[in-house]
């Protein structure tokens, strides 16, 4: 099995990770304010949200997905971005926002938004071969539509 993502019947899930999707829910939509409302109003710990809230992502109406959110740093030097953004770009995402934060201690927070829906391979794949890049750590999905 190439992909570490699955499509799951809700109906065979644990109950905590469909209470993480109705406490994201309340979250997006603005009827709680904040995780600890939305935790106490679904019946959950925050624990449980938080230990599951970026590994539990709900499919659009098609169930494929076109959108995700990733996040690496960067070690200050010029040029990587580029690279990844070029190396991301050769494997049929297209990007749709890039925010850096200023380097600290020689390393930048990057987050890119990302329209997935012409990968040539699968995202997870795409995210492991980012993380072996020189001057590339901590890849990491955040979430995906």
Known sequence: MKSRF???DKEILPECYLKVM??????LSGKAKDITEASKII???RSTYYKYKDYVFMPNSDTECRKAVISFTLYHKSGILSEVLNFISEKGANILTITQNLPVNKRANVVLSLD???LSTDISAILDELGTKEGVTGTKLLAIE
């Open 6 to 8: 699955l499509l799951v």
């Open 116 to 118: 997935v829906s012409q």
């Open 43 to 45: 019946g959950i710990a």
């Open 22 to 27: 109705e406490a994201k829910e309340l979250l």
